[in-house]
């Protein structure tokens, strides 16, 4: 290995560590980590300003492809539409929450059960997944866990465990569609498979895993789930939905923007919109109906998590630059040999090994042409691969909190709202459920396609 992808890999194990001791704010580590990866890596070692300005991508701002986007193409270095999506989407967050959408939702969703915490947590999980097929994740996750959040304070119970089988179910549920997870639309567009290629093949698997991982999800987290006190909620006590509700013309319009962004996010591989257009327009049609209380919703975003994003693009930056991601990939392919069984195997769980900690949008789009590579070379099909690795780099991410954007938010809202989760907390949990998923579907594609 060269001084750089040893300098490289050193800073990236470095933050890992750091984040998960939780001494220091995490944004300020992935953005220290950075500056490291730009000045050493870059600059230092390799001494390339080209590689420091493909890292800092902001020329994508000036192309229309970063606005209006015919075919999918990977992203190189910091994912500026990423960052302008979840701020667009915080910013839409926000102002629902002040018209009092998500209260209402709460009430209404509690008078439904009948204020009953094992159907809501049922129910969320069911919700989350179904909606992250359609929808980006991290869109699902801001509106569930400011959901849950509420429905907690209201119905005193500890939050953590709905947000976390939400952030779960939400990774789990956009493996199923080719909209539903970065990866898959990158998959898809590359071989050229459909939105329902995916929901036949990659959908199954997650359907027979959504099942299991409620059922595992209930068994672990039953008793967190208990009410203050133990006792039932004297329903009489509680506001009626409607009472939730601050400003009918603010409800109404947060609604309409909210289902624009529906729309939008479902149609944008037909409108060709990329997700930095949608979430710029959702933000401007917010702020500019918020009218003078458009900037107490501007102080409202949650910029650590967008700086935190930054940074960790950055560091996973210098791992592609000096080609760290390249060798992993050719050491799937060397060590996989003629074996189909090993060789799919190996493409599932490493995929979802290194997205627990890697983001899985470049892994993804240095796989892809692997996989073409193995199918060619080694006669297996190109499907079966490819079903392999939507499936590992999807419900990989799940196993850390640094694994999916979906996590990051997730876990960032609740800690804004002073529940905290932390690194053993989430990985104690969601790692074994990663682990089961991961198995259920490396027989399902073992079954069906051998």
């Known amino acids: 290995m060269s001084a750089a992808q040893i300098f490289a890999v050193v800073i990236f194990v470095a933050m890992f560590v750091m984040i998960v001791l939780d001494k220091i704010e995490r944004h300020f580590v992935t953005l220290g980590s950075g500056v490291l990866t730009l000045t050493v890596v870059f600059g230092i ?64 969703i509690a008078y439904m059960v009948k204020c009953k915490t094992i159907p809501i947590f049922i129910t969320f999980m069911v919700m989350s997944a179904v909606l992250s097929m359609f929808i980006d994740s991290i869109t699902v996750i801001l509106f569930l866990a400011a959901v849950t ?13 709905m947000i976390l089988a939400e952030i779960f179910c939400a990774n789990l549920g956009g493996s199923a569609t080719m909209c539903g997870d970065p990866p898959n639309i990158i998959v898809g567009t590359s071989l050229g498979y459909s939105f329902f290629d995916f929901l036949t093949n990659t959908g199954v698997a997650a359907g027979i895993s959504l099942v299991v991982s409620i059922i595992f999800f209930y068994i672990v987290f039953r008793k967190e789930l208990v009410t203050a006190g133990g006792e039932p909620v ?130 993804a789009a240095t796989m892809v042409p692997v996989i073409q590579s193995l199918s060619e070379t080694a006669g297996v099909s190109l499907n079966t691969l490819a079903w392999a690795l939507s499936i590992g780099t999807d419900i990989g991410g799940s196993a850390t909190p640094i694994g999916a954007s979906a996590n990051v938010v997730g876990t960032s809202v609740a800690a804004k709202n002073g529940h905290p989760i932390g690194w053993g907390k989430y990985c104690r949990k969601l790692a074994p459920a990663t682990v089961i998923v991961l198995a259920i579907s490396t027989v399902y594609i073992f079954v069906r396609y051998l």
């Open 149 to 161: 959040v509420e429905l907690a304070s209201l119905l005193k119970f500890n939050p953590v465990p």
């Open 45 to 108: 070692c390799m001494r390339d300003g080209k590689a420091i300005w493909n890292t800092l991508a902001l020329e994508g701002f000036v192309k229309k492809d970063f606005w209006y986007q015919v075919t999918e193409s990977e992203s190189k270095g910091i994912n500026w539409a990423t960052i302008l999506f979840i701020a667009g989407m915080m910013v839409m967050v926000e102002g629902m929450a002040k018209a009092g959408f998500f209260r209402w939702l709460c009430m209404k």
């Open 234 to 363: 004297d329903m009489s006590k509680l506001p009626k939905p409607s009472e939730a509700i601050t400003n009918k013309k603010d409800f109404v319009i947060s609604s309409i923007i909210f289902g624009c962004a529906v729309v939008l996010l479902i149609t944008h591989a037909m409108t060709h919109l990329t997700v930095a257009t949608i979430g710029i327009f959702i933000a401007a049609v917010t702020l500019i109906t918020a009218g003078k209380d458009a900037l107490g919703l501007l102080k409202k975003v949650d910029y650590k998590t967008l700086l935190f994003f930054i940074g960790l693009f950055v560091v996973v930056g210098g791992l592609e630059e000096t080609g760290i991601l390249e060798m992993i990939a050719d050491f799937i392919e060397k060590i996989s040999g003629g074996n189909v069984m090993m060789m799919i195997a190996i493409i599932l769980w490493v995929s979802a090994i290194a997205s627990a900690f890697v983001d899985n949008i470049p892994f």
